[in-house]
């Protein structure tokens, strides 16, 4: 099976990061409490590349499927 991966580019910016960090921040909220710090590690893999975002949690919200 052959993969075709399509790059825009290699790396994003740091003010790139932060944006994206900025979005899921806001998303996790929803679902954790936590401290807000996080950490994204973007590294170049065969397919394509791994992304790893790390954060600690003091605790998982309840939430129920929407409706």
């Given amino acids: 099976m052959t993969v075709d991966v399509t790059l825009d580019r290699e790396q994003m910016t740091d003010d790139e990061k932060e944006l994206f960090l900025s979005d899921l921040k806001g998303l996790c909220s929803e679902y954790f409490d936590g401290d807000g710090k996080f950490s ?28």
Avoid at 42 to 60: K, W
């Fill in 40 to 67: 994204l590690d973007v590294t170049r893999t065969e397919n394509g590349f791994s992304v790893c975002v790390v954060f600690d949690a003091v605790r998982i919200k309840k939430f129920k499927k929407p409706r």
